[in-house]
C-alpha cells in the first residue's frame, strides 16, 4: 500500500519543527545583540571600576578637599585633566571620588526600594483582599506625593548625610517597585502552577518565595535597572538644592552647584560635572532598556 | 479552461511571503484562482494554510514589511493590480473589490459612529452630498436589517451580530464586483451565524456580485458557494464545483476534512488526520501534504504535483492520479 | 456627571488626609525646635518662648497637634509661615499662578515636539527619522534637566546674552520651559510612539485601509484620535512629578513659583509652609485629573457612556 510505517503516519513529520531554546538563553542572546545595551554595559562597568580603585588613584585628602588657591579656575590641561574648580581642586579627581558616593547612595536606595518594594508587593498581590486594598491605598497616597519633593523633606528632617540620602531617595522608590512586584503577582497567582504548589501542600510562605518570587525577577532587574538612573539623578538633584551631602563632599550635584556661581569665568565647571551624569544615566538606561527588550518576550520588533 | 474576460478576478501563480527574524515564511506558493462573474468562491483550509495572505494580496492590503509579493499576477476584471500606483489602487478598494474581516468587534473604529463608518466609504468613491451620504446609509444599515435611526450610535452599543453586518454595510454600499469575506461567522454565535449567511446569500443576489467566502468550515461553503477551493501549505490541493469536491472528492487533504467532520447518524469513527501543519518558514520538498498523507509514496516527497482535471472546472494536485487505477478509499 | 465628580472629590479627602499625615510627621522628625526658628532674630527669652509654644499647640503631643492642623484645614486655615508669619494659604495663592504659568508653557513645548516626532517614528517605523527620534527621546530622558538649564543659562544667557536667565516676562519664560519641557518629551515622544505603534496594529485601521482611504487619512482620523486616549492619560499624571521638575527649575531661574517656594522653606525648616503647600498641590494636582477624565469622555465614547450612566 503505502511505503510509510504506521508509526510514521502516527506521529507525523519533524519535518519543519523549529528548534526552541530555553528563556533565559534566549534573553541573553538578544542582549548580546543589541549593540547599545551591551555599550550601555561596560560604560556602566567602567564608572563602577572607576568608583572603585578611586581611593587607590586619588589621594582623598589632598586632591579632593584640600583648596589650592593659586591653582584656582584653571581650564583643562595635561596636569589637571579636567581643570580645576573655585577652590583650586582638581575636577578629575573629585569626580572620581564623586562617581563612589553617587554609585554608593543610588546602588542602595535601589536595594532598599526593591527589598520593600518586594515585600510589601508579594503581599499584597498574593493574599489580596481587604489587606490589599488597604496596602495599596496607602502606597497610592504615598506616590501622590511628587518623589523628588518626598526626598527633600525626608533629607531636611533628618539632617545632611549619605545615610538620609539613601534612606530618602529609597523611600521615593517604594511605590514603583511594589506596584510592579504586586502586577507581577497577581498574573502570576492565578495560573495553574501556583494551585499545584498549594495542592502539594506548601504554605503560603513557601509558595511566595518558591513559585511567585522566581518569576517576578525578570521585571524586578528591569525595574530595579532603570530605578538606578533615576535614583542618579536624585541624588544629584538633592545636592544640588543643597539638601544632600555636604561640601566638601565632592558629589556630582554639589559640584554642579558650586560652578554655577562662576559660569562667566569658568564655562567648564559647570559643562563637566552634569555631562558626567548624563553619561551614567544614559549608560544605566541603554541596560535597562536592552534587559527590558531581552526578558520581555512580548516587546520583539 | 475560461474565457477570461469573463472573470471578474484572475489570480496566477501568486507567490506571497513574509522575510521575519526567524526566518521566511512561505504563506502562498503558486495559487491559480480564475472567478467568473456573478459567482462565490468558497476558500476552505485550516489556520496557517495562506487563505488571509491570499485575500489580503488581492487588495494588496498584505502588510508590508514583512510581507512580499515574489510572483505572479492578479487581474481585477481585467486590470493588472500590480501595476498600479497607490492612489490608483486606493480607487479600487471598497470600490470594486471589498473585504470583511473576521472579528467585527476589533474591525470597527471604537471612537466614530457607525454612520461615520459606512459614510466615509459611500463620500470616499462617490460624489455626493452630505446629506445624500445620509440616506444612503440609513438605506444600508435597513438592508443589512439594522434599525436605520441607530446610525450615531457607536460599534460598542451593538452586539456582535449587528456589528458584522455594520461591516457588510460597510463592505457593500459602494456595490463592488467582488467581496471578499475572511472568516465572517467564525467569531459569532451559532445561530447568529445561520442569520448573517443567510443576509449574505440575499445580498449576493441582489447586488450581482462575486464572493470569495474564506472559511474553515465546510458547511458553510455547502451553504453559500458554488464553487470550492481547498487550501493547503500555501497551495491550492483540489477545486471545483461543490458538488463535484464534496460528492467525488479526489485529493486526500480533502477526504481527510470530510472525515473529520462528525455526522450524527454513521456508527463510523472520527478519522482526525495525523500530525500537524507544517511550519511554513520550512515547507516540505515536493508535495505540501506528504508527511500527513496516507496515500504518500516516495515520488510525493520530489517534485510539486500539477493539478490533474477531471471535467472542465475540477482539479486536484496529487501525483498517485498519474496512476491509472488510483483512488481514494472514499467516506 | 454630576455624582462621577462628587464621588471623585469623597475620595480626595483620605488621600489628603495620608498626605498630610505623611509630610507633617516626617517633618516633626526634624531635631529643630521650631519657636527656636521663629524667633531667631531676636534674643533667647524663655518666657516668650513658652508662650508662643502654648500658642501654637507645640507643646502637645505630634497626633493631636495633626489633628488639630487637619481641623485647621477645614476652615481653610493653613497655619502661618515661621518665617514670615504670613497666612501660608495666601503665599500659596499667591506664587501657585506663577508655577501654573511655567508648567502649561513646558507642557505646551514638550507636546509641539514630542508629538510629530513620535506619530512620524510610529508610522515609519525603522526608518532612519524612527531611529533618530528614538536617539533624541532617549537623550532627552538621561538628561538631568538642572544641568540643561544651567547648560542654557550658559550659553544663550551669559556667553550669548539672547536671553535673560531669570524674570517672569515673555521673553524670561522660555529658557525655563524649555528646560522643564525637555524632561517631559521624552516622555510624551515615547508614548506617542507607542501609542500610535499599538494602534496601527488594530484591525479598525486594516479596516479604514481596505476601505481605500488614502493613509495620511488613516493615520490622522483613525489612528491618532484613537492613541490620543494613552498620551492623555500620561500628560495628566505626569503633572505631578512635573511639580517636582519645577522645583529645580524655579530655584535655577529665581522662577517666583511655588516650587521655589517650598524647597526654601524646606531648608528654612518652616514647616506649616511645607506642609501647607503639599496638600494645596495635592487638592490642585487632583481636581485637574478630574478635568482630565471628563476630557476622556469627550474623545472616547465608550468612556462617554460608562461616565454619564449614572
Known sequence: MTNKTVNEIKNGSTIGKRKSISRRQDAWIRMKNNKFAVIGMFVFGAIILMGIIAPFVVDYEQDVITPQMENRFKSPNVQNWLGTDALGRDMFSRLVYGTRISLFVSLSAVVLSVTVGVIIGSVAGYFGGNFDLIIMRFIDIFASIPSLLLSITIAAALGQSIGVMILAIGVAGIPALTRTVRATVLSIRKQDYVLAGTAMGGNSWQIITFHLLPNCIAPIIVQGTLRISSAILQCSSLSFLGVGVKPPMPEWGNMLSEGRNFMRQAGYLTIIPGLTIMITVMAVNLMGDGLRDALDPRMKR | MKNNKNLVLDVSNLEVEYRTQEGVVHAVNGVDIKLPRKSTLGLVGETGAGKTTLALSIMRLVPSPPGVITGGSILLDGQDIFSLKDKQMEKIRGKDVAMIFQDPMTSLNPILTVGEQISEVIRLHENVSQKQAEARVKEMLELVGIDGERMNEYPHQFSGGMQQRVMIAIGLVCNPKLLIADEPTTALDVTIQAQVLDLMRGLKDEFDMSMIMITHSLGIVAEVCDYVSVMYGGRIVEYGSVRDVFKNTKHPYTEGLFNSIPIINAAKRLEPIPGLMPDPIELPTGCVFWPRCSYAIEECKKDVPQPKYFNDTHYASCIRYEEPDFKLKGR | MLKYIIRRFLLLIPVIIGVAAIIFFIMSLMPEDPVRIILADSDPDPIMEETLRKELGLDKPVIIQFVDYMKGLVRGDLGLSYKTRLPVFNEYMKRIPNTLYLSFGAMAVALIVALPIGIISAVKQYSWFDNLGMTFIFLGLSVPNFWLGLLLILLFSVKLGWL??????????????????????????????????????????????????????????????????????????????????????????????????????????????VIGCVVMLCIMISIIQLFVDILYGYVDPRIRTEITKD
Open chain 3, 164 to 273: 535673560p536667565g531669570g524674570g517672569i516676562d515673555n521673553l524670561g519664560i522660555i529658557l525655563p520651559a524649555i528646560t522643564l519641557g525637555t524632561g517631559s518629551v521624552a516622555l510624551y515622544a515615547r508614548m506617542t510612539r507607542a501609542s500610535m505603534l499599538e494602534v496601527i496594529r488594530q484591525d479598525y485601521i486594516r479596516t479604514a485601509r481596505a476601505k481605500g482611504l488614502k493613509e495620511k487619512t488613516v493615520v490622522l482620523k483613525h489612528a491618532l484620535k484613537n492613541s490620543l486616549i494613552p498620551i492623555i492619560t500620561v500628560v495628566a499624571s505626569q503633572f505631578g512629578h512635573a511639580m517636582g521638575g519645577a522645583m529645580v527649575t524655579e530655584t535655577i531661574f529665581a522662577w517666583p513659583g511655588i516650587g521655589r517656594f517650598m524647597i526654601e522653606a524646606v531648608n528654612k525648616r518652616d514647616r506649616p509652609v
